[in-house]
C-alpha cells in the first residue's frame, strides 16, 4: 500500500505531499486517499511532477469527469479540458502585457472559486507549472471553512439559509470585455452561500469576486454581506501565497477555497501552466429547505 506523507503548508490548510507519481495510472486505493487528503487539507501541492498533457488528463479522469474549458465552449462550442494560464502560447511564443490575452487574465487577480458560477461548480481545479517568472507569480489561496468557523455563532445563523448570485459577467466584465458568445452561455446562477463537504460535513461559505448579490436583499445590502465575508476570508494572516516551482502540480478544492494570481511582469518573464477541473456534486451542498 502506497503511503503518503503530509507537509503542512499554512495553520488553516494546504500540505506538501510526497510518496506518489501522478503521471502513472492510480490505483484505487490511492485515489481514495487523494480524495481524502483533498476534504482534508483542502490544498495539495506534489513537487516534481514529470506531466504531460496526456497525464495530465489521466489523472483528471481517476479524480471524477473532466469540466469543459468554458471560454473555449462558450465561444465557439467546441470541448477542450485544458486552459492555459500565463502568457506562453502552445507554439512556444510569449505574450506581452498589452495584449488582449494578457490582460483577460488580470481577472484572475481578483479572489475567486473556479466555476462558481455554473449550475454544477467544480470540485477540484489541476494546475501543473511549466515555466514560471523568475519573480512574483505566486497563487494566493485562502479557506473559507476557516472563515465560517472563525464567524460569530450569531453571523452563522444569519448565513445559513440564505442563496448567492454567481455571475460570471458580472466580475469580468470589470477588467476586459466578455464575448457575447461567451456571456450567453454562462447565465446568472444561484448558490447556497453555505455549503457542508459530504465526506466530513465541514461547512464553508462560498463568496468571491463572481458572487453578485443575495435574492431578497437590496443591492447595498447584499454587498455589503458578500464584501464583509470575503474581508474576513482573505485577512493577510490566512493567505497562502503557494510560490510556484516548475514540476509543481497542485489540486485544490473549489467547494471551499478562494484563489488569486498575485501577479507578474508579462513584458518581462514567461509563465506557463496548464489547469483542468473536475466537475462537481450537487451533493456537495446543504439540500434546500
Excluded at 51 to 62: K, N, P, S, V
Excluded at 65 to 70: F, G, I, L, V, Y
Aim: hydrophobic content about 35%.
Amino acid at each position: 500500500m502506497t503511503t503518503l506523507e503530509f507537509e503542512p503548508l499554512h495553520p488553516d490548510f494546504g500540505a506538501r505531499v510526497s510518496g506518489l507519481d501522478l503521471t502513472r495510472p492510480l490505483s484505487d486505493d490511492e485515489i481514495t486517499q487523494v480524495r481524502d487528503a483533498i476534504d482534508t487539507y483542502q490544498l495539495l501541492c506534489f513537487p516534481g511532477q514529470d506531466m504531460t498533457d496526456e497525464r495530465h488528463l489521466q489523472l483528471t479522469r481517476q479524480l471524477g469527469e473532466p469540466e469543459a474549458e468554458h471560454v473555449t465552449f462558450g465561444k465557439t462550442g467546441d470541448i477542450v479540458y485544458f486552459g492555459t494560464v500565463g502568457n506562453v502560447e502552445d507554439d512556444g511564443s510569449k505574450k506581452v502585457a498589452a495584449d488582449a490575452s494578457t490582460k483577460f487574465q488580470t481577472g484572475n487577480q481578483l479572489w475567486h472559486s473556479d466555476s462558481s458560477f455554473r449550475e454544477v461548480p467544480s470540485y477540484v481545479s489541476i494546475l501543473h507549472a511549466y515555466e514560471v517568472p523568475g519573480e512574483d507569480g505566486a497563487t494566493e489561496f485562502v479557506s473559507m471553512r476557516a472563515a465560517y468557523e472563525r464567524l460569530p455563532d450569531e453571523m452563522r445563523e444569519t448565513i445559513d439559509p440564505l442563496y448567492v448570485v454567481h455571475d460570471y459577467v458580472f466580475s469580468r466584465s470589470q477588467v476586459a470585455p466578455v464575448d457575447p458568445n461567451h456571456a450567453a452561455s454562462l447565465p446568472p446562477v444561484r448558490h447556497r452561500l453555505v455549503r457542508e463537504n459530504p465526506g466530513n460535513g465541514k461547512r464553508n461559505y462560498y463568496v468571491g469576486s463572481h458572487a453578485r448579490s443575495i435574492p431578497g436583499w437590496s443591492g447595498v445590502d447584499s454587498r455589503r454581506l458578500l464584501d464583509d465575508l470575503l474581508a474576513r476570508a482573505t485577512r493577510a494572516q490566512d493567505v497562502y501565497a503557494h510560490p510556484w516551482q516548475v514540476g509543481d502540480t497542485v489540486i485544490w478544492d473549489n467547494r471551499c477555497l478562494l484563489h488569486r494570481g498575485a501577479g507578474y511582469d508579462a513584458d518581462r518573464w514567461r509563465r506557463r501552466m496548464r489547469q483542468t477541473r473536475v466537475v462537481g456534486s450537487e451533493k456537495g451542498v446543504i439540500p434546500s429547505p
